[in-house]
Structure formats: structure tokens, C-alpha cells
């Protein structure tokens, strides 16, 4: 047998590969990190419009590891795993902002806004945060820990500066328990800054 009678053989093997590799690859997953459940909605308190203040929340930074669409997974203390097909659905230097914003708007009488704040000329408080870490293992704990600060933007002054961890389980070895996870360590932070924001606001007197 020549060569040029091998040709189709090839051809059709390599068209074979192909294919199989095609039927057996499996599809993305996006996943969306979640503000707070319904429970915790159902407790946050009624305002009236002259109680409302405005918070400004700051780009927030995170670390490199993070700023990827692939969702990154911990191994051990010194060795992370990328996963190709399971991915943010949204940057989450976009969604941790919009979360605590939509998180805080439930929790206090508040107006919050995340930048770029179109129409905002001047805030009664500005929140600044970085993200020291945010991760899991699959099966085991989310872990969440980030450095804060709130500042009265009237006095120019920073009020109070924390450093705040949090961890709950992941409840399965999947990443939609991961994303869920994260939510409520979200939902804590959320939680602890709108606690610390009651009693700096209840003085705050509006022109």
C-alpha cells in the first residue's frame, strides 16, 4: 500500500478524533455570587426618607489571583486549581461591590452607591475595602478576609479602620455550593459593616 491510498484512511481517522473529542467536551458553568436570603431581608429595618444616608463604596481591590473569569479553587496552603469550565458570569471586582451595595441597602437606611457614582456629588460616608483573601476548597470551608475602612466624607476623616474574617462550609464537593458559600461570607462582611454603621449614622444630621 502507497502513501497517496493512505490518505483517506487518515483523513477519515483524523475526522473521527475530531468528533469524539466534540460529543465528549463538556459545557461551561457560569455562577453568580447572591445577595442576602430571604430570612435575613425580612429583618432589616423600615426607614423614612429624612433617616436615609448615602454611602459611597470605593473601587474594591482584590488580589491578582482573583481577577480572572476561571473560578480558582485552594489545594493546599501553597497551591490553587483553575478550573476552565467552571467561570464568574461577571468580574468579581464588579459583583463583590454590587453585592455589599445591595446588601447594605437592605440592611440600613441607606442609599449606596458603587463607583463610577454618576449624580453623586457628595456622600455622607465612604466605605474602601481590599480583599486580603477569598477562597475555598470544595467540600470544606470558604474563607473570606478583607481589610476595611469608612470615612466621613463631610469631616474628611476616616472613623474606623478593620480587618475582618469570615469562613462558612461548603456543603458539596460542586461549584454552586462554592458560589453559595461565598455569598454568606459576603453577607457576614455585609452584615458587620452595616452593625458598625448604626451607631456612627445615628447622630448624622441631614441640611
Given amino acids: 500500500m502507497n502513501a497517496r491510498s493512505l490518505i483517506p484512511s487518515i483523513i477519515i481517522c483524523i475526522i473521527s478524533i475530531l468528533l469524539n473529542g466534540c460529543a465528549t467536551s463538556q459545557p461551561s458553568r457560569f455562577y453568580v ?105 470544595l467540600g470544606g470551608q470558604a474563607f473570606l478576609e478583607v481589610q476595611w475602612s469608612i470615612s466621613d466624607e463631610r469631616a474628611q476623616k476616616i472613623l474606623i479602620t478593620k480587618n475582618s474574617r469570615y469562613s462558612e462550609p461548603i456543603r458539596s464537593q460542586d461549584y454552586h455550593a462554592l458560589a453559595y458559600a461565598y455569598s454568606r461570607v459576603l453577607s457576614a462582611f455585609s452584615q458587620e459593616i452595616a452593625d458598625t454603621f448604626k451607631p456612627i449614622s445615628q447622630g448624622k444630621s441631614h441640611p
Fill in 33 to 137: 455570587l447572591n445577595v442576602l436570603e430571604r430570612p435575613q431581608m425580612e429583618n432589616s429595618q423600615a426607614c423614612k426618607n429624612e433617616s436615609i444616608i448615602t454611602i459611597g463604596i470605593n473601587p474594591i481591590n482584590l488580589p491578582r489571583y482573583l481577577d480572572r473569569p476561571q473560578i480558582i479553587t485552594r489545594v493546599n496552603d501553597n497551591e490553587y486549581k483553575l478550573s476552565e469550565l467552571n467561570l464568574w458570569a461577571e468580574p468579581l471586582k464588579n459583583s463583590i461591590p454590587r453585592i455589599i451595595a445591595q446588601n447594605l441597602n437592605t440592611l440600613l437606611c441607606a442609599d449606596t452607591v458603587i463607583f463610577p457614582w454618576a449624580g453623586f456629588k457628595q456622600f455622607d460616608y465612604r466605605l474602601s475595602a481590599e480583599v486580603i483573601r477569598l477562597d475555598g476548597t
